[in-house]
């Protein structure tokens, strides 16, 4: 069935460095990838999605490029803020009813 | 801004106990969602349904049933809780499939003592 791995279960930075959360998939249909962003005592909420094949997308300051050769769609940032510190999960749709999520990674930013 | 509400926010019962979870959108979307989020495990699908009378099973359905009495309500019942049931549970919807942004309600904390 369709999986998505997350390797990163913690990630600690100081505000203004760059990051990137992996997101590694698998699948047999042709995927669809998403990521959401969970802040505390809040809700889960869109962040961005993919589009085609080797093609940046970007919402809010944070990109990902789907890598359908690697399988990877990888959250990056240039320079975090503290306002980034949040619960970041990867998704991957079947285009069909099933959203399936990765672990997710908690990003913690300090001073 | 898509509008997506649980109630209640915090509920504890007993095992064994009786519990029944809401959720009302008023998206006029058609697909709406139960998930539950355990540290560790992610968001896991519970139940899901594309339109008022009808229900699919999702990944983690046993102890669980749902039902879908309109397009807006959609709710999730627990008739014999247990303690494997303590999680944090979420409602969603989409327009039209897992493709489409899912759109979350605020949570339900749940624990089963």
């Known amino acids: 069935g369709d999986s998505v791995t997350q390797t990163e279960g913690l990630v600690t930075l100081t505000k203004g460095l760059p990051v990137m959360l992996n997101c590694t998939y698998q699948?047999?249909?042709?995927?669809?990838l998403f990521w959401y962003v969970q802040h505390l005592n809040e809700a889960p909420k869109l962040l961005l999605k993919s589009s085609t094949d080797n093609k940046r997308t970007e919402h809010q300051g944070f990109y990902a490029t789907l890598h359908k050769s690697s399988s990877s769609f990888h959250l990056q940032k240039s320079s975090v803020q503290l306002s980034d510190s949040a619960l970041y999960f990867c998704a991957l749709s079947d285009l069909g009813y099933k959203l399936t999520f990765g672990t997710g990674t908690s990003l913690l930013v300090d001073p | 801004e898509a509008a997506v509400t649980q109630s209640p926010r915090n509920k504890v019962t007993v095992t064994g106990g009786n519990v029944t979870l809401s959720c009302r959108q008023t998206n006029s979307h058609n697909y709406m969602y139960w998930y539950r989020q355990d540290t560790g495990h992610g968001l896991r699908l519970i139940h899901y349904?594309?339109?008022?009378?009808?229900?699919q099973i999702g990944d983690v359905p046993d102890g669980y049933k749902a039902t879908r009495t309109t397009q807006e309500d959609f709710f999730l019942l627990l008739e014999l809780a247990s303690p494997s049931q303590t999680s944090l549970y979420f409602c969603a919807s989409s327009e039209r499939d897992s493709a489409e942004t899912l759109y979350f309600g605020s949570g339900t904390r749940l624990t089963v003592l």
């Open positions: 349904s594309y339109g008022a009378g009808n229900l």
């Open positions: 699948t047999t249909y042709s995927p669809f």
